[in-house]
């Protein structure tokens, strides 16, 4: 399994844990501080950070009916900072594997890890929850995602684990049954693959309803990006992600961040190569409050419940964003940078003041025209502007445009947006069914992607 690129990262960025499986044996058995024989096709990375133990049974289903024994990388975590509930809970979550296990097997104390075989899978315990070995809170989830994927790739690069992919989720997830078996013949070209989800409602009908809100309002954005026709279209979800391993590496794996770890990353693996979607059965997300990280949908479920009006983007901030992909477009089938001058711009619709004055302020007509000067192919170019124009400059553009069009009320944007067009009816005040609107949004994020985004 060995590549320049992954034997470079272990060697050069890899968190302590990985290199604490151990070296090559005098039989040349790699990583020899596991036990003799021990082996998996896939491996599943979960960052688990004041979680309860019944949290392990939304995995169980779909380890049982992987093709093969699945790995759970189990990355127990905490912040220096930890409140009392959050030390309990983790003592909880590690006393629960170590109750279902049949077989432990201690594989380092300085950082601690331990080996369990449990019924449905094996768990790699990994403790991050007490000092010397807590989470410093600005690097957070990052860095414990990180600490897990970066032992997955050390167990791949031994040849420990079969499949190539580094399967991520979160404890409060129901993984579909089917989940370790979608990857097995597809996506060969993708460096990473994002999983169709929805959110399912707990004992809370009004958590339940805001956290339908917030995943109308992730929809809107996604539906607004395949509208634009840009090459970042999907969900930024690190509960709903595999990574290919040797790419992980290519990109020198997650960023150490308290949130926001998903979405870099993504962008960083779409100017390596590509981002593909899946559209099998979506993994359920369990509705619930959270401030494990200041960004995520359970943060942003508690600041609705503190500021119960939500707002959106304005549907003409992604009427800019179309408008620039357009551009970039026409630049790309001419390899004319003539064509980007704002001379030219007449022939398009208008981007917006602000819109032009982020162009002008980040120097994007001379670096695409640097592009144009450095590239003889219009494939190479393609390539690119795209890699240029990531899922960041999106945003970037998104947020520039919102300077001449404030934010509007989530209702009246889902109901009026072109990017929505058909997915809501009725008109503004009539009641509202979050989770049916979410439902519908979704078909329609199918539907696009099925028959060619932004082709409306």
């Known amino acids: 399994m060995k590549t320049k690129a992954v034997t470079q990262y272990l060697a050069r960025h890899a968190e302590p844990e990985a290199r604490a499986l151990g070296s090559t044996d005098p039989a040349g058995r790699r990583c020899d501080r596991l036990p003799s ?9 979960v960052p688990a950070c004041g979680e309860v133990p019944e949290r392990l049974g939304g995995f169980e289903a779909a380890c049982l009916e992987a093709p093969g024994r699945v790995l759970v990388v189990l990355v127990v975590n905490a912040p220096t900072t930890s409140n ?17 296990s049949r077989r432990s097997d201690a594989i380092s104390s300085n950082p601690p890890m331990s080996l369990h075989q449990l019924d449905w899978a094996d768990v790699l315990l ?19 995602r990180k600490v897990g994927s970066d032992v997955a790739l050390a167990l791949w690069e031994a040849g420990l684990v079969d499949e190539p992919w580094l399967y991520q989720t979160d404890c409060d997830v129901v993984l579909a049954d089917d989940h370790f078996s979608r990857l097995v013949d597809g996506f060969p070209n993708a460096d990473a693959v994002v999983f169709p989800f929805r959110h399912v409602a707990d004992e809370d009908p009004a958590v339940a309803d805001i956290t339908f809100r917030i995943e109308a309002k992730l929809r ?14 999907w969900h930024s979800l690190g509960s709903c992600l595999a990574v290919r391993a040797s790419s992980y590496a290519q990109v020198r794996g997650f960023p150490r961040r308290a949130a926001g770890e998903d979405f870099h990353l993504l962008d960083k693996l779409n100017k390596l190569g590509g981002v593909a979607s899946d559209w099998g059965q979506p993994i359920h997300i369990v509705a619930r409050r959270s401030q494990r990280t200041p960004v995520g949908t359970g943060s942003a479920v508690e600041r609705l419940f503190q500021q119960p009006r ?12 179309r408008n620039w992909m357009a551009r970039l477009q026409a630049f790309i089938d001419t390899q004319n940078p003539q064509s980007l001058r704002p001379q030219q711009w007449q022939h398009f619709p208008a981007l917006g003041d602000a819109v032009a004055e982020h162009l002008r302020s980040t120097r994007a007509i001379e670096t695409l025209s640097d592009f144009a000067r450095r590239t003889r192919e219009r494939g190479d170019l393609q390539r690119r502007v795209h890699g240029w124009f990531g899922a960041l400059e999106c945003w970037r553009l998104i947020h520039a445009a919102g300077r001449d069009f404030p934010r509007v009320d989530a209702e009246l944007a889902l109901r009026t947006a072109p990017h929505c067009r058909g997915a809501i009816p009725g008109a503004p005040g009539e009641s509202v069914d979050w989770q049916a609107w979410c439902e519908r949004l979704a078909q329609l994020e199918r539907e696009r992607f099925a028959h060619g985004a932004g082709s409306e």
Do not use: F
């Not at 009392?84 to 279902?100: F, G, I, K, M």
């Open 37 to 45: 024989g021990a082996s998996w096709r896939s491996v599943l990375v």
């Open 220 to 233: 809107y954005h996604v539906l607004g990006l395949q509208w634009a026709n840009t090459p970042c279209a």
């Open 310 to 321: 939500q707002m959106l983007d304005a549907p003409q901030c992604y009427l800019s964003l």
């Open 126 to 144: 990994i403790e991050r929850r007490e000092a010397p070995w807590c989470v410093p809170p600005k690097q957070g989830v990052g860095l414990a």
């Open 84 to 100: 009392p509930s959050t030390v309990e809970d983790n003592a909880r979550l590690v006393a629960e594997v170590r109750r279902q």
